[in-house]
């Protein structure tokens, strides 16, 4: 047994806060390209859009992190999950790249806004649909002889992975309304908070079915979740998901600003944590372990030494850019 | 439609599609995020209103440019290990770092201060907005320093040892950051970036000059621009030569290549101006050449001995006709560079600046000479160090994925339709921002054509005095 936080077990967590990160902030401004179509042209899709232009390059960012630091510190894994996940992550930068563009393109082009609008849709669409499948594919494992992918180009399309697929579209729109409900005041709250209450009762369930599908894809992972002792601790998670699903129903139908958006946040990080449950130490499940993957320590020691005092200053500068454009976004800003 | 070539031929175009779209981005807003400083700092300095309207003309255009930038280069950062898994498997312990360094110390750098640089100034004041423009034109340089390292590592690479599964695995840091090739690299990347971003800069002050001589906007950006070329593109020749040496010492086959020297010359060997190359033959046919001045260049002796691809296993060549050609097209363009500049000296100095009208329309035709300039650059260099990833030591028909050909075909063919719509009608706005002549209060990137305003969140009450921001300047 290896100590418990040696080099690799530490970036598989700097990793996952990379991608937690990602969530985190992207998720909410995928969530508005994902609800945009709800909104009516005019104010209302201008106030959504102002709400995240000044901040969503950055907050893409992070899942550069996350890609980059994959290749690094696991360059195994990268190497065999990316070729097995080929479809959807090209489809991914893809849908990326149209609804990036659309931030600027709107602006410049009032003539087309509504082509520039449609982009922005259906690359959040795209883009939330292919990283809800790449995990789903992840999860139900991939086909891997000697150190490289082995399976077809497309493996990734299965029922589980579908669902995985339309359950992340449900948690980043919920993303989207709540924050929109804690940035926006009068219509475009409303509009949002009549959006977000479906919305919660929807992730609540896809989070329940995916997370009863999940212990039954592999023996590893309902051995993880329900061998005892470990049991009383992995039961927690599910309890927490279900407090916070209570909660965020509550402050939903109290009107809360704040709260919608945290809880939500709050059933991601538990999501995450369950999806840690399952395949940790696995990185990919049932074939190559983080210790297997891990870059040799001359590697790993030295971006650590970057990442821990670069990633505290990126967060406070990160921070100070969200605390520049704080406030609400409203129809005063039009004139 | 892509049914006659093999997975690795299409992963390989589909790189060097993605990449030379994705370098157009960067290799105008590492220049343009400088620009914008200098233009900045002037205003501040000085505050004459001019340096405004222009930081302010050139900061929509960099808006547009840096998106595109961003999100092209969100694909490359996946498509190491999309389609060159066993060369990210295998390298990924060296390069991988070198890149993450990059996203840490540049990326979030840049994409945290871009949204205060664009939409900021009425929140922070001038000053603090300097600060911002600053932070992301540092940022874009810092980018450029880590990943020309990983490039350069790739061309020359030193300090690592090879492990049991075959990956390379670093052994001392340093000496792979600052790899034989990469400070020539890093050079003369900079001076190529500074260089297109004065070409745009210059052509379009030149369009304006010719409709409106005394447009005072127009005189100030062309006169920058001239300026700077003038100064650099001397510079940069000098730069392409060491690097040129550099090369020679460490990867000589990319050297035959770019020469044609598909024959040894144990007594000089000859410059070949211009030719048509025969792979097969293994001779260029009809060449234009001097004899012993390139023996004179590289050698700095006109009787050197050189050698030859025929010294070399056939093997290892590169395919010649594409090193052998882009290396003259951006050999060509350079000299036009130097000719540009060196006119635009001597209209300076004889105070015609502003009226000499050929000067304008030889500017102008130049405006897109860097790009072009800087893609044949990096084709001869890729293409040079071929058939290599790491050059010498990992062949790239062994760095691919294990993906089938109409995987790749697919995505190929997505891209290149998505990236002609996409970087097309970007293309287009930009150059619509481009023909509007820059004017006293000049509007930023936080006001949309029509009028609205692009600010996200509102303080509650102002958090700078108003005095003292950029509205009340104007």
Redesign the interface.
Known sequence: MPPFLDLPTLWAFIIAFAVFAYVVMDGFDLGIGLLFPFFRPGPERDSAMNSVAPVWDGNETWLVLGGGGLMAAFPLAYAIILPALYAPLIAMVLALVLRGVAFEFRWRDPAHRRYWDLAFTTGSMVATLAQGITLGALLQGIVVEGRSYAGGWWDWLTPFSLLVGASLVVGYALLGATWLIMKSEGPLQEHSYRLARPLAIGLILCIGSVSAVTPLLSGAYYTRWFAWPQVLFTAQVPLLVCICAALLLLALSRGRERWPFLLTLGLFALSLLGLGVSIFPDVVPNAVTIHQAAAPPSSLLFMLVGASVLIPIILAYTGYSYWVFRGKTGHEGYH | MFDQYDALLLARFQFAFTVSFHFIFPAFSIGLASYLAVLEGLWLWTKHEVYLNLFKYWLKIF??A???G??????M???????W??F???????I??L???????A??????????M???MT??GPRLHFVATLAVATGTFISAFWILSANSWMQTPVGYAV?A?G?F???N?LTIIFNPSFPYRLVHTVFAAYLTTALVVGGVGAWHLLRERSNPGARVMFSMAMGMIALVAPLQILAGDMHGLNTLEHQPTKVMAMEGHFESHPEGAPLILFGIPDQQAGTVRDAISIPKVSSLILRHELNAPMKGLDTIDRANWPYVPVVFWSFRIMVGLGMLMLALGTLSLLARFRGGLYTWRPLHWFALAMAPAGFVAVIAGWVTTEAGRQPFTVYGLLRTAASA????A??VA??LL??IV??FI?FG??TG?IL??MRHAPHSGESGPEA?????????????AP?VNPARTLGAEV
């Open positions: 808006a547009l840096f998106a595109m961003v999100v092209s280069g969100i694909v950062s996946y498509q190491f290990g999309t389609n898994s066993v990210s498997d295998k390298v990924g312990p060296v991988g770092p890149m993450a360094y990059e996203v840490m110390t990326f979030f750098l840049e994409a945290g201060f871009l949204g205060v664009l939409f900021g929140r922070v492990n599964a990956q695995v670093p052994e840091w994925s294990p993906l089938e109409p995987a697919a995505s997505a891209f998505v990236y996409v009608a970007g706005y619509k921002l949309g054509p029509d009028g609205l305003i692009r600010t996200a969140g509102i303080t509650p958090a």
